[in-house]
């Protein structure tokens, strides 16, 4: 399953950047994430509690940054398995834009689901990502704002 | 006076329905047992792949939990099971067991059993197992699976080719060059499940300090069960007893080894308390088995009159990653290629099969085996060469089918038929439906823009078989049936018998057919079934061996017991047993019909006086029977139907206007009871013919896999059913009847395709796949 968006962010190609790669900015963003490590540079393993239709569960999982291009482009690697309710992994390709005082976010991902997720959420599996990349960069860019304000030094 | 000895061929109400719409029902699921447990399964949600990481610990700690079982823990105790017959010559399959141990084979399979003290307690600790698997390329299309190089679904087998084999007679070719004409079709009948309102449900109680196991097991053929679970847990057959109350349907699918029931008696047997395992929609549906998926390669070569030559069929059936457990599934394959052309007086044929591995849940048997992809490829050839020579559907048919008075014939493929009722069911059906007049309407209503459709299909239907279906291939499957009858002290009748009840309503007429050999009404005999310690050993109720079978046992059984308390009777009496009868719950004198002596005064005497009868009488009261077709390997039933339906070109829905079977299942036991389970098998054939799938992606995962996206076929959607009937018995037994279970599946769908396609014929297109779905009738009329 193929998902496409594009957001606008109220900060420099840069900020972003460096709050993509922000382990605190992640933890604040990603809907229902408990905890989020990071492991290295490139790479966090985060616990996360989603529930998608009637499935709730708590995934697992491990994202990898690659095809690094700093302040331009990456791609997120992820793989997430929820007990029960299946697994869920994608990969996206990240883009950065500059456009005025805005940096244009662009992202294509491939995800796919499985097991209760594809029998159950099939239907509801767009509109729940739909819905979550929504509320993280909701989430995000409050936390760019507010990193803004107080700068981690 | 009570009518007696006319209960055979009279419409009685089930036994059971009454008891059913009180809300009495006793069904597995409503079974507790002190210090149960209820299982739950940790499954694979991949299709394919490697257990790299399983780790129980917090689940083994979580609240409720009694016990957690991997395959390391648990698989130890069960002899693995191969779904292969030696009679399927090169078959293969891998063996299968409890639990996932190193590699998981499809989205549903298996992995870890919880035990807890509640449902609810196991399903949450099944959301603290860690269970990591590294998916590989799953198999997911049959042709795919069978290019080179592909990967095969299971370990244990040395190709994705479970089975082939071909059917050929040698004039096959010399058909096909000397025909005038050949029509040919590709067709796909995708998977669907039976989707029982009781899901699969068990209750292993093993208690320790007897060495006993009873399990309480929804099931159709507990005797099967009972031997699967001796051989597979070593355990002495005598010690197993499994009961089967009543079942809130089965179809075929309650009948197959399924890795959950193994688990529950295992655990059992491991913790000696009760486990109770009841499947949840959801997993039912990956992990009940699936039915059909079938792709069809069909040509029919005809001579210029539209005389039927020959057929040339290439099916391949995808099973999934193992065949199932005791029957195989490749039944149903087998039973495509020998039914194709069944109703015709088709001499030459060629029939390949490919039975073929991929990852997905198993099919297996399900109601009507192979009869609807039979029928509807035939019919859909049939109706395409009456096109082609412009004839009427009906008048081609007319020309093929065969003769009433052709009997005994043998098939091309082999089939024996002892006496069917072709063309005098074509002539009833025409004569019921009012063609000429749905004709005349279906050609004024296109003028109007509205397109509807007639089509009709005849059928044969396999019924009772002996020891060929499964027997020959060394599967401990009975090819017989028992009954144990009895007369009470108080003059009234049990009969325990090891045909099984799941709702049609076996126990009613085994109740008339024995009130007709002892002269009481169906409401004095009590039947008894489901029960391996109380009723005798047999094959219970598949391949509509319940009537034809099951109620020849039990009419032999009431005969036996007639001639012992005829016997008797003639001690007290001081009478020649020869000239007394029963009836209306008495002895009677045979010339005259006057009573002598009622059955409640024989079964006092017998039971408490015996010491007045004279020296030396035997007193039993009690017959045993066991019976087995000895005659024709298979029965065989007729029919044909027929499907007027409205398809709306603008959407591809398709409205149903009304079904009609003509049907001869040989003696009519009980007319009610008869057209209940032809209306319930029409329903079950049209559901897949315009709803049913389980759909799949290509990674394997079944998208569907709930009541909200899988479709079944609601009353709404329904249309009235209207039935008739032609009784020709067969001659292998005194009773007569024949089966009648699958008849209604048999050829709905291949009737109903007929009927959408000869709508859409005005207008070019065409729909060789089912289910047909309004986007895939859009797409044949090239809208999408």
Redesign the interface.
């Given at each position: 399953m193929e998902l496409l968006g594009s957001q606008n962010l109220a900060a420099t190609p840069d900020q972003v950047w460096a709050a993509l790669f922000d382990r605190d900015v992640l933890e604040q963003s990603i809907p229902g994430c408990e905890s989020l490590e990071q492991t290295s540079d490139t790479s966090f393993v985060a616990v996360v509690k989603l529930k998608i239709g009637p499935v709730s569960?708590?995934f697992?999982g491990e994202i990898e940054l690659s095809d690094i291009d700093p302040g331009k482009s990456c791609t997120l690697s992820g793989k997430g398995?929820g007990?029960?309710?299946?697994?869920a992994k994608g990969a996206a390709l990240v883009t950065l834009t500059p456009e005025g005082d805005y940096t244009v976010l662009d992202y294509t991902a491939d995800v796919?689901?499985?097991?209760?997720?594809?029998?159950?959420g099939?239907?509801l599996i767009k509109s729940t990502a739909k819905k979550l990349t929504d509320e993280f960069f909701a989430n995000f860019t409050k936390a760019l704002t507010a990193e803004e304000e107080e700068p981690v030094t | 006076m009570i009518p007696s000895k006319n209960h055979i061929g009279q419409s009685h109400r089930r036994k059971n329905a009454f008891r059913h719409l009180a809300g009495r029902g006793r069904f597995v699921t409503d079974l507790a047992l002190p210090r149960m447990v209820h299982a739950a399964f940790?499954?694979?949600?991949?299709?394919k792949g490697n257990i790299v990481e399983l780790d129980v610990s917090e689940a083994a700690a979580a609240s409720g939990v009694v016990r957690v079982f991997t395959a390391e823990t648990l698989n130890h105790t069960c002899v693995p099971w191969t779904g292969t017959l030696d009679h399927f010559a090169g078959m293969q399959s891998g063996a299968q067991n409890m639990l996932a141990s190193n590699e998981v084979l499809w989205?549903g399979h298996p992995v870890v059993m919880i035990l807890a003290h509640s449902r609810a307690e196991a399903?949450d600790a099944?959301?603290?197992?860690?269970?990591?698997?590294e998916d590989e390329d799953a198999v997911v299309d049959g042709d795919a699976a069978l290019v080179k190089g592909t990967p095969l679904a299971a370990e244990g087998i040395n190709s994705n080719m479970c089975f082939q084999t071909v059917l050929e007679t040698p004039d096959l070719d010399d058909a096909f060059t000397r025909s005038a004409h050949v029509v040919e079709g590709k067709f796909t009948f995708g998977r669907h499940t039976a989707v029982t309102l009781e899901p699969r449900a068990i209750i292993a109680d093993f208690d320790p300090s007897t060495g006993q196991l009873d399990v309480h097991h929804g099931t159709q053929t507990p005797y099967q069960f009972q031997d699967v679970y001796a051989r597979h847990f070593g355990l002495s057959e005598g010690r197993v007893r499994v009961i089967a109350p009543d079942i809130g349907g089965s179809f075929g699918m309650k009948l197959h080894v399924y890795h959950e029931e193994m688990a529950a008696v295992a655990a059992s047997l491991m913790l000696g308390r009760p486990v109770r395992f009841v499947a949840d929609r959801?997993e039912s549906?990956?992990s009940d088995i699936h039915a059909r998926d079938h792709r069809v390669t069909a040509r029919m070569a005809l001579d210029a009159e539209g005389g039927i030559l020959a057929m040339d069929v290439d099916d391949m059936t995808q099973i999934g990653a193992f065949s199932s457990y005791p029957r195989t599934s490749v039944a149903e394959g087998n039973q495509v290629i020998r039914l194709m052309g069944a109703p015709y007086q088709m001499p030459d044929y060629r029939g390949r099969l490919s039975v073929v591995f991929q990852n997905k849940v198993q099919t297996s048997q399900y109601r009507a085996v192979g009869h609807p992809i039979a029928c509807a490829v035939t019919e859909a050839l049939v109706d395409r060469a009456a096109e082609l020579l412009d004839l009427d559907p009906f008048e081609i048919r007319r020309r093929n089918l065969l003769a009433d008075d052709a009997y005994p014939h043998i098939s091309a493929t082999g089939y024996q038929f002892e006496k069917l009722s072709h063309q005098a069911s074509l002539e009833k059906l025409h004569q019921m439906i009012g063609y000429e007049a749905l004709r005349a309407e279906q050609i004024a209503l296109r003028k109007q823009g509205i397109y509807r459709g007639i089509g009709i299909a005849p059928f044969v239907e396999i019924t009772n078989p002996g020891a060929a279906f499964y027997g020959i291939g060394g599967a401990r499957i009975s090819a017989q049936d028992g009954a144990v009858i009895r007369l009470t002290p108080a003059g009234d009748v049990h009969c325990a018998i090891s045909v099984t009840e799941q709702g049609q309503g076996t126990e009613t007429i085994i109740a008339q057919i024995v009130a007709d050999q002892l002269g009481v009404t169906p409401d004095q005999v009590k039947v008894t079934t489901g029960d391996t310690d109380n009723t005798p050993s047999g094959g219970a109720t598949w391949a509509c061996r319940g009537a034809g079978i099951g109620g020849e046992t039990a009419l032999r059984a009431g005969r036996k017991l007639q001639a012992q308390i005829l016997t008797l009777a003639g001690e007290i009496l001081q009478a020649d047993p020869m000239h007394l009868a029963l009836a209306s719950g008495a002895v009677v004198d045979k010339t005259t019909g006057q009573e002598r002596i009622t059955l409640a005064e024989i079964g006092r005497i017998a039971t408490y006086r015996p010491d007045t009868l004279p020296k030396g009488s035997d007193n039993s009261l009690t017959a045993a029977q066991h019976f087995a077709p000895s005659g024709y390997p298979f029965d065989f039933t007729n029919g044909i139907q027929a499907s007027h339906v409205e398809v709306d070109i603008e959407t591809g829905v398709t409205r149903l206007l009304k079904h009609w079977v003509v049907e001869d299942c040989g003696r009519i036991i009980n007319p009610l009871l008869v057209d209940e389970q032809i209306r319930g098998g029409v329903v079950q054939g049209l559901g897949p013919a315009f709803f049913e799938e389980c759909l799949y992606?290509d990674?394997g995962?079944?998208?569907?896999?709930?009541l909200?996206?899988y479709l079944v076929p609601m009353a709404g959607e329904m249309p009235d059913i209207e039935i008739a009937h032609i009784e020709t018995p067969t001659l292998d037994t005194i009773l007569g009847a024949k089966g009648v279970g699958e008849a209604g599946t048999a050829a709905a769908g291949a009737a109903a395709m007929n009927a959408v396609n000869d709508a859409l014929r005005p207008l070019g297109a065409r729909i060789s796949q089912t289910p047909m779905t309004p986007l895939r009738i859009l797409t044949a009329l090239g809208h999408v």
């Open positions: 569960a708590r697992k398995s007990g029960i309710a299946g697994f796919a689901v499985g097991g209760k997720l594809a029998a159950l099939n239907r | 940790v499954r694979s949600p991949m299709a989205v399903e099944c959301e603290l197992v860690m269970l990591d698997i959801l549906f990956v992606d990674m995962q079944m998208t569907n896999a709930s909200v996206d």
